[in-house]
């Protein structure tokens, strides 16, 4: 392993590394949420509660997007770490053009395919007679931009796995920056309403993969070529696998999120909210769940070329401690913003605008039992992140995918039916106990596996 004594990776501090590589993950992590939940607060406060159901209803078809962008993008930045470890990046730029080919490709189809059908899906992810306008108008413009938004999300894990955290920090600070000056403007001085939220998220997501793409340019690991695009099936074939975690991550959220919507549409007639409130609340219930969410991701993909690097490299100790140090922020994270659902719910809600006794009433309701729990979804999150990073793709898979598909889908259905709405919002923190303890058995079995072989090595750990 002498090709790796000189390598940062394998003998910075893992608290200077971690920190290196986390904020800027983070920051990224969070400027994509705040596309979101910035359109949420103009949009609440320029529109109403309508249009914040329009965002919610859109929202998990974004996700779809995401998640087949993280599908090749966090498959491919895997596979570049694990590349680095074995010091054999000479043929990365086929996976990694032949990457861009097919988001490209399918971000067209998938763009078709809402255009052909926008009624239809946007009924099916929880419209109403009421909301279908709102969300026809917002989701027709978003989805002109899915191309770009798909392109530049791929290629954010991609550049921050190459060593260049900070550019990748850049190009989704730079779009997210376009949105929050653009967005009033449009909203409220043009008064274009949710379609004026649409353009400005777009042409953020414009400009962040603009910059992206540039920086391939410049890649410090790898240069792509034209014959990188020509199609190469085992170039994909390497990086598909290490990216099905983070592709089911996100479609298991569309999946709960399409039903949650349907299931609030049903049981919020029988209630004193309606149908339209419990899908607003829900939304910026979801969007504020994510900003935790994704600090607690940036974690550990901040963690990620480490953990893959050093146990490409063998270097067990460092991977293990490198984890825990990553939990024990994570952890940190998850108490505190516990604290704040719980006791500040009322402060959260009055950002996105004051629709009423009933609106404020439900919210309270939503965050202090959907949220409650957020610790152990955390930790699940973040040991499906670790379990991707040291090649462990279907741990990684079924860790990723516990909580909401295995446990919330049919949490949700069963205790919605015997408690009605009250009992969806129990179905969360149901399916968070259960998919963090399937976590933390994939993790001490790998934990334990490693100080099996630095106590063979003879290296005493502290």
């Known amino acids: 392993m002498e090709q790796d004594t000189f390598n940062p990776l394998a003998t910075e501090h893992i608290g200077k590394l971690l920190l290196q590589y986390a904020i800027p993950s983070i920051i990224s992590l969070l400027i994509g949420s705040l596309y979101n939940i910035v359109d949420q607060i103009f949009v609440g406060n320029g529109v109403g ?52 080919v097919l988001c490209t490709i399918l971000s067209i189809i998938y763009m078709i395919f809402f255009f052909m059908f926008t009624d239809s899906i946007l009924t099916a992810f929880g419209a109403t007679e009421v909301t279908l306008p709102y969300a026809r108008e917002y989701g027709t413009v978003i989805f002109m931009g899915m191309p770009f938004y798909m392109i530049s999300n791929l290629l954010s894990g991609v550049i921050r796995a190459d060593g260049s955290p900070q550019i990748s920090m850049l190009a989704m600070a730079s779009g997210a920056i376009f949105n929050v000056i653009f967005d009033p403007i449009f909203i409220f001085v043009f008064q274009m309403g949710v379609q004026g939220a649409a353009i400005a998220t777009i042409l953020g997501q414009i400009l962040s993969c603009v ?8 890649s410090k690991t790898f240069r792509l070529k034209l014959k990188s695009f020509r199609p190469k099936f085992g170039a994909v074939a390497q990086v598909l696998p290490l990216g099905i975690s983070s592709f089911l991550t996100q479609a298991a959220i569309v999946l709960t999120s399409g039903v949650s919507n349907m299931l609030l549409v049903k049981y919020g007639v029988d209630s004193v909210y309606g149908s339209d409130i419990p899908i607003a609340v829900m939304g910026i219930v979801m969007k504020v769940f994510a900003i935790v969410i994704s600090i607690a991701i940036g974690l550990a993909i901040g963690s990620q070329p480490i953990i893959g690097f050093n146990y490409s490299a063998g270097n067990y100790k460092r991977v293990r401690d490198t984890f825990k140090l990553t939990t024990i922020l994570t952890v940190a994270v998850a108490v505190v913003a516990t604290i704040i659902f719980e006791f500040f719910p009322h402060v ?6 004051n629709e009423g006794e009933a609106y404020v009433t439900f919210a309270v309701l939503c965050f202090r039992i959907y949220l409650c729990l957020i610790l152990f979804t955390c930790f699940q999150k973040s040991a499906g992140v670790f379990l991707q990073a040291i090649g462990k793709p279907i741990q990684s898979i079924i ?13 949700m259905i069963i205790m919605s039916s015997l408690w009605g ?19 933390l058995i994939f993790v001490i079995v790998e934990m334990k596996h490693m100080e099996r072989v630095i106590k063979q090595r003879g290296i005493s750990h502290e």
Do not use: M
């Open 49 to 100: 509660y309508l249009g914040n159901c329009a965002t919610s209803i859109i929202f998990p078809l974004t996700v779809i997007g995401l998640a087949i962008a993280l599908l090749i993008g966090d498959g491919t930045a895997a596979h570049l770490s694990l590349c680095q470890g074995r010091n054999q990046t000479e043929d990365f730029h086929f996976c990694l053009g032949n990457g861009l």
């Open 211 to 218: 910059i992206a793409v540039l920086y391939l340019l410049k």
């Open 348 to 353: 959260l809600i009055r950002v996105f605008g």
């Open 399 to 411: 860790v990723s995918i516990s909580r909401d598909l295995l446990f919330q889908f049919p949490a």
């Open 421 to 439: 709405i009250t009992g969806l919002l129990w179905a969360a923190p149901a399916a968070d106990i259960l998919a963090f303890v399937i976590a």
